[in-house]
């Protein structure tokens, strides 16, 4: 949490709007990193 709110200092956002978007954009990667993983067998290197 911490980094992702340091990289939303260096870009000018200002700390309690990232405390307010970043669950909503985690909830997103995690939906669609499950939606990748669904689609190719699960995790793994796939040769």
């Known amino acids: ?3 992702a709110l340091a990289l939303g200092d260096a870009l ?5 709007a ?9 909830a ?3 939906r669609k990193l ?3 993983l669904a689609a190719n067998g699960g ?3 796939k040769p």
Do not use: C, D, Q, R
């Not at 000018?12 to 309690?16: A, H, K, M, Q, T």
């Open 1 to 3: 949490m911490s980094a």
């Open 28 to 30: 997103v990667m995690v």
């Open 18 to 26: 990232m405390a307010e978007l970043l669950p909503v954009i985690e």
């Open 43 to 45: 995790p793994g290197v």
């Open 12 to 16: 000018g956002i200002p700390p309690l």
């Open 34 to 36: 499950n939606e990748e």
